[in-house]
């Protein structure tokens, strides 16, 4: 009877010890609003109230941890009678993390009110100059510090202390096979906290995206811990820190300005000023599988669609993943080759917005679609901050909709679009994101081709052209200019490597009744981050803010096509091509006709990418 008291006994421990974490990290949050109330009071009070409903999961992530370490003890310790050796270093592990918790969260606070950002693993070089950080406070300011924090850990520590002291364990040694038992049982306990750890069962882990609830960016700062926030920096402390730099930085902006200048001799492509805009950016549509751009026919949707459109056939990906997609098609920015900037929220708040900047002309009814996971890849936190009127992801579909493991599939996604045209105020602007022809390619559809990429390709097409006939019956589609173009490209059947065109080569295809320029092939090399200079041009709105992004139909730029790739970078401009190992520091991949320009200017924008990645 006593074993199963004493485990008993032990799970209110770990209980106890995770509602007074989150009591804790409660009372930090609501210090936080208060050092912070000029923002905060400015903030609706609704969002601050479900700031702490969606920082819960950060903070059950942390808890998450504690419990495990917790668990293990009793499973190792427990069963052989060392029960208050294990509730002890559960209580001493909980005092180290209460007192780092005391000694950083207000001063996080207090920084916070200046910078408007968390500490996150690059406020580590801080510490090389410990002289700086103190010069640049009053001496009541640390002594207030000091007293305050100091006085909170011993607080915090001694509570903690005390809660557990109340639990009285019974001495008593169990038999061998009830130690099994028990410490089976801790075990199997311990496991299933990698749920909070992870932030549920999803596929996507937690991450900071997951705080981005609203538009308001300091209710969402409120919601992220900070403590899991810098240990989830810290990951990418070594990737983010990358700087390149090739010449001076004179040099390299001039030979960037050379490459970006233009004439602004350009034409008019639409035949209205404010058409309704679709986005339609579909899940790795490479060139392996569009015959115009040299693959094979596995999207005669698409093909269909040429003599009524503006096609661009020298399109590059800005990069090989999603969320670097998503920022060059939202933002009109490139993305450094060893992370994306997607992972950064505090960085990507400081970008433009396309759906931003077409919100202050008119454009007020904004849709956003991704039959997933919108915390996969932090899209939730880019989302967020462009600020769409209405999100729809898996969680709006019926189970019977979804696959076996991304979401909902492409057909339920497109007649979900579709709908929701129909209830929308034009002028409209909507982003769709296809998921169906992501790994593992299955799609509900009898296979049409052999190779299971491709044949998700056919059937993401097959969707595409279904909801594009629906479209051409509606009041609404004379008006609407729909934009075709992939997030990234693919290796393909070939599997083909990062030094070859075709593993980035992507469509883009303007098309719909708003299109005034039909059967028309945009030839010159064009990257996705160009689609925001296009488009806002052609609407009549100032692109500036989006410093890497072309216009396309530019006539007195000939245009260039970048990329990278973890760890390097490519380059097209005219007949020259040229691919650089960053690891190596040498050409992979030279061809062409190269020019002066040419053996630099690769190396120029990345620079440029590169020290803007820094200012930010």
């Avoid at 207000?106 to 510490?127: E, K, M, N, Q, R």
């Avoid at 060059?328 to 080759?337: E, N, R, S, Y």
């Avoid at 045209?421 to 296979?447: A, G, N, R």
């Avoid at 520091?585 to 924008?605: C, H, N, Y």
Wanted: with cysteine.
């Amino acid at each position: 009877m006593k074993k199963t008291v004493n485990s008993a006994k032990a799970l209110t421990h770990i209980l106890l010890t995770a509602i007074y974490f989150v009591a804790v990290f409660a009372f930090f949050r609501l210090l936080f609003i208060l050092i912070n109330f000029d923002r905060a009071s400015q903030t609706p009070l609704t969002d601050i109230a479900l700031s702490f409903a969606y920082g819960l999961q950060f903070d059950l992530s942390i808890i998450g941890y504690i419990s495990i370490v917790s668990c293990l003890l009793y499973a190792i310790l427990g069963p052989f009678g060392a029960w208050k050796a294990a509730r002890t270093a559960t209580d001493c592990l909980s005092a180290v993390i209460l007192i780092f918790t005391a000694l950083c969260l207000p001063a996080d606070a207090i920084v916070y009110s200046f910078w408007g950002i968390h500490f996150d693993a690059s406020a580590l070089d801080f510490l090389k100059t410990p002289e700086l950080i103190v010069a640049s406070v009053e001496v009541w300011q640390t002594v207030a510090y000091a007293i305050t924090t100091i006085a909170l850990a011993v607080g915090l520590t001694w509570l903690i202390f005390r809660i557990s002291a109340r639990i009285r364990f019974e001495k008593y040694r169990n038999k061998t096979l009830a130690k099994t038992v028990q410490s089976l049982g801790f075990v199997i306990i311990g496991a299933a906290m990698i749920i909070p750890v992870r932030g549920g069962t999803g596929i996507a882990p937690l991450n900071t995206g997951r705080a981005f609830f609203c538009e308001n960016i300091f209710a969402n700062h409120t919601a992220l811990n900070p403590l899991w926030n810098f240990a989830y920096s810290l990951k990418r402390l070594d990737t983010s820190k990358i700087a390149y730099r090739f010449m001076d930085d004179a040099k390299a902006e001039s030979i960037f300005d050379s490459l970006m200048a233009e004439s602004g001799d350009y034409p008019r492509v639409l035949n209205t000023e404010r058409p309704n805009i679709i986005v339609v950016m579909l899940e790795s549509f490479s060139a392996h599988g569009i015959e115009f751009l040299g693959g094979e026919n596995a999207t005669p949707t698409i093909k269909s669609l040429l003599p009524q459109s503006i096609s661009f056939d020298n399109m590059m990906a800005a990069s090989d993943r999603s969320g670097k997609g998503m920022v060059a098609l939202h933002c009109g920015h490139p993305v450094m080759p060893t992370f994306s900037i997607i992972q950064f929220p505090q960085k990507t708040q400081s970008l433009p917005f396309v759906a931003k900047e077409l919100r202050r002309h008119g454009y007020d009814d904004q849709l956003f679609i991704y039959a997933g996971d919108l915390n996969f890849n932090n899209f939730n936190s880019l989302v967020t901050m462009a600020g769409y009127n209405t999100v729809i992801t898996q969680d709006d579909f019926d189970n019977e909709q979804l696959g076996d493991k991304w979401g909902a599939h492409d057909q339920y996604a497109f007649d979900r679009l579709f709908e929701s045209i129909e209830k929308q105020k034009q002028p409209f602007f909507d982003f769709f994101f296809t998921l169906s022809s992501h790994e593992p390619f299955t799609v509900p559809m009898p296979k049409q081709l052999e190779d299971p990429y491709l044949n998700s390709m056919f059937y993401t097409d097959k969707c595409l052209g279904e909801f594009i006939a629906k479209a051409q019956q509606r009041p609404w589609w004379s008006k609407t200019l729909l934009i075709l173009i992939a997030d990234h490209g693919h290796p393909g059947p070939p599997k083909v490597g990062n030094d070859s065109k075709m593993r980035f080569k992507i469509p883009m295809i303007w098309t719909g009744g708003a299109v005034a320029v039909r059967d028309t092939v945009i030839s010159k090399p064009a990257t996705q981050t160009d689609l925001a200079n296009t488009l806002l041009t052609q609407l009549g709105i100032d692109a500036k803010a989006f410093k890497f992004s072309k216009n396309l139909f530019d006539r007195g730029n000939e245009g260039f096509s970048f990329y990278d790739f973890n760890d390097g970078f490519g380059f097209v401009h005219g007949d020259h091509f040229q691919v650089y190992d960053n690891t190596t520091s040498k050409f992979i991949r030279f061809e062409g006709d190269a020019t002066p320009l040419d053996s630099v200017a690769g190396k120029a924008i990345l620079q440029m990418i590169s020290n803007d990645n820094k200012k930010r």
